[in-house]
């Protein structure tokens, strides 16, 4: 199957500060890929949608200024928490259509963020 | 909008047992259904996919069911073993993109 990789794991940082996640897909092209968040002991919820070479697509109630999405090539899209607080604080996860027409979706390792 | 419920919500069982896990889905215009495996703190990882057109999918000891008309699939998992233990989600996507909904999942626990 598809292998997409995020990085970094896991990140620990101050509040008031940035943080980037980045989510590549290695062994093909992605046009197209979601962010997700997730809570302890609760599901994934769509964040956003990473368009490549245009702007991300946003769920309702997320803020586009505070989770700035870059699909800058067609195997990296980068999510910036920018100005973390301690509420960001989250397991956030990657996802990329896999080659073909399945409709198969392949998930990062997910990035633990904790915020001070 | 999509509403994915499993059932039940945790599960223990001794290994060697067989599992039953329950997904249910309101909208039945769903062009697949996807379940996932994510161990604690880790990522998801895709165990089987069915398209709208397939009843059934099967890979080693997991077989996945969908009916569609009832809005339901079911995950059975052959012989457990204690590498089972993990939780387990269902994903349907919207009707016009790859935006997935999950359920809430079933955290397996398989004793030794």
């Known amino acids: 199957g598809a292998v997409v990789s995020q990085h970094p794991s896991w990140v620990i940082c101050k509040s008031g500060t940035s943080v980037k996640i980045e989510c590549r897909s290695l062994?093909?092209?992605?046009?197209?890929m979601f962010w997700y968040r997730q809570f302890p002991k609760q599901s994934l919820m769509l964040m956003a949608t990473?368009?490549?070479?245009?702007?991300?697509?946003?769920e309702q109630g997320v803020e586009k200024d505070k989770f700035l999405i870059n699909h800058a090539s067609l195997t990296l899209s980068t999510l910036t928490v920018t100005s973390a607080h301690p509420e960001d604080s989250s397991f956030y996860i990657c996802?990329?259509?896999?080659?073909?027409?399945?409709?198969?979706?392949?998930f990062g390792e997910g990035s633990r963020l904790t915020v001070l | 909008k999509q509403e994915v419920t499993q059932i039940p919500a945790a599960l223990s069982v001794p290994e060697g047992e067989n599992l039953v896990l329950n997904c249910s889905f309101t909208?039945?215009?769903?062009?697949?259904l996807q379940w996932f495996r994510q161990d604690p703190g880790k990522g998801l990882t895709s165990l089987l996919l069915?398209?709208?057109?397939?009843r059934e999918q099967t890979s080693g000891r997991l077989n996945a069911s969908l009916d569609k008309s009832s809005g339901r699939s079911t995950l059975y998992i052959a012989a457990s073993q204690p590498g089972d233990s993990a939780t387990y989600l269902c994903?349907?996507?919207?009707?016009?993109?790859?935006?997935?909904?999950f359920g809430a999942g079933t955290t397996v626990t398989v004793r030794a």
């Open positions: 996802s990329a259509p896999g080659a073909g027409r399945t409709g198969e979706l392949f």
């Open positions: 062994d093909f092209q992605a046009t197209t």
């Open positions: 990473s368009n490549e070479g245009s702007k991300a697509t946003y």
């Open positions: 909208d039945s215009a769903i062009y697949n």
């Open positions: 069915i398209q709208s057109s397939q």
């Open positions: 994903a349907v996507p919207g009707s016009n993109d790859y935006k997935l909904s």
